[in-house]
């Protein structure tokens, strides 16, 4: 996919060169030959340093396809396609960083725990844990502060009421075993918060990682009302 990508750009950016791609220099017969080596000789030497496992069979025939007017794409489909594998290798170098950070934190601080889906938490006052299950007509009044990985708030203290299916998917197992009337420190990846379109209502920012304080201030069982 990477390879498709440069490939791609390159299409955009050097699609009036001429460039010669199954010549060798000792073919080289006019001025015209001679300029379009120069110059697939500099943009080669570029594109080595970028990425050295390059497709160069695959960028000579899209050049070719463009000077023979029969591209096997548009370059609105081009953009298209270039812009969406770009969000995808950021959201995928945003998910590795993240599983090492919170990997390398559980590991620091003993104190916290880290669930199979990521979520990292440490219990900072254990609630009543009477009631071990919860219910999605269960509603919860919370008090939540949402801070970035530096340290920085990025929502500041709010009281929340919300029914437990309601709930993010990050905080669901983690409130369920800190108890009513618990406190509890939860770092959530985007993968299990807001994923890759965050949120800009809330001001988070696409596949950010975040850090949740929560107090449970009150849980509202569905089953005791009956």
């Not at 500099?42 to 340093?49: A, E």
């Not at 599983?99 to 601080?109: A, F, G, H, M, T």
């Not at 009337?181 to 596949?207: H, M, R, T």
Request: aromatic content about 8%; overall charge negative.
């Amino acid at each position: 996919m990477r390879n498709t990508i440069i490939s791609l750009l390159l299409i955009a950016l050097f699609g009036s060169m001429t460039l010669s791609c199954n010549k060798k220099s000792s073919a080289i017969a006019t001025e015209a030959d001679s300029l379009s080596y120069v110059i697939g000789l500099s943009v080669g030497t570029s594109l080595i340093k970028m990425d050295s496992t390059l497709n160069v069979e695959a960028l000579c025939a899209a050049i070719k396809d463009v000077y023979n007017s029969s591209p096997k794409m548009s370059m609105e489909e081009a953009r298209d396609y270039y812009l969406g594998q770009k969000t995808f290798f950021i959201h995928e170098k945003a998910e590795k960083y993240q599983e090492q950070y919170l990997s390398d934190l559980s590991k620091k601080n003993r104190d916290f725990v880290r669930l199979r889906n990521g979520v990292t938490y440490k219990i900072e006052e254990l609630g009543d844990q009477s009631v071990q299950t919860l219910v999605s007509r269960d509603t919860l009044n919370l008090e939540i502060v949402i801070y970035d990985e530096k340290g920085e708030i990025v929502v500041e203290k709010d009281t929340l009421r919300t029914a437990y299916r309601d709930l993010l998917d990050g905080l669901r197992e983690v409130v369920k075993i800190t108890g009513n009337g618990g406190k509890v420190d939860v770092w959530v990846p985007s993968s299990e918060a807001y994923g890759a379109e965050g949120n800009e209502e809330l001001g988070i920012k696409a596949d950010q990682l975040l850090n949740y304080k929560v107090n449970i201030i009150d849980i509202d069982y569905y089953n005791k009302k009956k």
